[in-house]
């Protein structure tokens, strides 16, 4: 056979030699590298979800306590998610409800009233009945569940005083019941318009809680129901001013409770609130109507709002154009006037000069640079260097409002600065005492 035909047949047929082992080899190699390409990222997990589970589980055998902590955040539905407000919602209301139904209704506080009564320990303190620790506990046996928490020695030995026979005041002790049952009671009422259920209440929710209030309370009987919207603008204002010191919008019900406010509004339950209480209290009929009336008087535009040339007129009209100037420009105004609730928080912050709140509303006007403090410029800017003086500020150079709060001068030092009426009583002060005087003495000479 010719040799070029056997080199031909040689060819044509499958290689089995040398050359096809390496080129299989080859093969084989390049397989193995696309798969660990493919694969290298997968391995990688696997390797990693191995290694953290390990450690995750070390720690678990590790920290036992972590199991037993609770769950402590839920999310609140969504504005779309309508079936779990609802559902939100009525669990909230059969919550307050259960809470209602455990405290003290009226019989069962006559009931411990008897109970008290009959368990005395003589003798008696004047006509002042008084219990020791041993009938106390009978009593708290025979009252009831729902007494249980009032029957312990922590609050026997807070209400303890002086007593030489270690006793407590049956009448003390019936009122420290009464009044946490009220306190619960109002805490209930409150969260029934607690809308979001965080417990704060919004303006608008407060002013629902006080519109519905009016008809309960005996001193308001005389308001006209077109004046309610502007009582309960005024009512509410105090709230705000008061314990809303950031402005959020929004009270914590916990401070409305422990604030003296409500006590305030609930006194106008009383048919035979005395007219001097009812001056004095800012809920009142009297007091809002008038405020309201001093609204109305400054403004002689009859526009509903007050120019700064009509609340120039405010009070005894002394204040000074450089506060008015900055009044209106720190505080919320419309197209360059102020309505009634701004000006609820003007009276506010001008008849309580000695509260913290009040002081920051008027420092946060006379901290004209925005600096977070007086300086010269800024009192040179109102008055003079002298009331550095008064205040005694830690920094010679700069008054802050801790600094006003503490010295107590607060009240003359804004008086001072705000009141032209209020400068010339602190310029002439000397001789109005030297006045005083001889006016007492040619009265006792008489």
């Not at 499958?14 to 997968?42: F, H, I, M, W, Y």
């Not at 259920?197 to 809680?209: C, V």
Request: proline content about 3%; charged content about 30%; glycine content about 4%.
């Amino acid at each position: 056979m010719d040799w070029k035909e056997v080199l031909r047949r040689r060819l044509a047929t499958p290689d089995t030699g040398p050359n096809r082992l390496l080129k299989v080899a080859g093969e084989k190699q390049n397989r193995a590298e696309k798969k660990s390409e493919q694969e290298l990222k997968d391995e990688e997990m696997d390797l990693f979800t191995k290694y953290y589970s390990e450690w995750k589980g070390g720690r678990k055998n590790t920290n036992e306590f972590y199991k037993t902590i609770p769950r402590f955040y839920y999310r609140l539905p969504a504005e779309d998610e309508v079936l779990l407000q609802k559902l939100r919602e009525e669990s909230r209301a059969v919550f307050l409800q259960r809470k209602s139904r455990e405290l003290l209704d009226n019989e069962e506080l006559q009931n411990l009233w008897f109970l008290l009564d009959k368990h005395q320990t003589p003798p008696m303190i004047g006509e002042e009945a008084m219990i020791n620790y041993e009938n106390f506990l009978k009593v708290g046996e025979k009252a009831g569940p729902k007494c249980k928490q009032f029957f312990t020695a922590k609050v026997f030995a807070k209400l303890l005083h002086t007593d030489s026979y270690g006793r407590i005041s049956i009448m003390q002790f019936f009122n420290y019941v009464m009044r946490k049952v009220w306190l619960h009671q109002t805490r209930i009422g409150l969260s029934l318009y607690d809308v979001a259920g965080q417990g704060y209440l919004r303006e608008s929710d407060l002013e629902n809680y006080i519109l519905e209030l009016i008809p309960t309370l005996p001193q308001l009987d005389g308001l006209e129901k077109s004046f309610y919207s502007f009582y309960v603008c005024t009512a509410v204002r105090k709230f705000f001013f008061f314990l809303d010191p950031l402005r959020t919008g929004k009270i914590k019900i916990q401070d409305i409770l422990a604030c003296s406010f409500l006590d305030d509004l609930l006194e106008l339950r009383d048919e035979e609130l005395s007219k001097e209480s009812q001056e004095t209290n800012w809920f009142s009929a009297p007091s809002a109507l008038r405020v309201y009336g001093q609204y109305l008087n400054l403004d002689k535009d009859h526009n509903g709002m007050l120019s700064k040339e009509e609340l120039s007129r405010y009070g005894t009209a002394t204040m000074t154009n450089v506060f008015l100037d900055r009044v209106f420009q720190e505080c919320l105004t419309y197209d360059g006037e102020m309505d009634y609730k701004t000006y609820l928080d003007f009276v506010l912050a001008l008849e309580n000069r000695k509260e913290p709140a009040a002081l920051q509303y008027i420092f946060k006007l006379l901290d004209i640079e925005n600096k977070g403090y007086l300086n010269v410029f800024s009192l040179n800017y109102f008055f003079r260097d002298e009331i550095f003086d008064m205040v005694k500020p830690k920094d010679p150079l700069k008054i802050s409002l801790q600094d006003l709060i503490n010295s107590n001068q607060g009240d003359t030092v804004t008086t001072i600065l705000i009141d032209l009426n209020g400068f010339w009583t602190y310029e002439n002060r000397e001789a109005l005492v030297a006045n005083d005087n001889e006016n007492s003495a040619d009265l006792d000479d008489t």
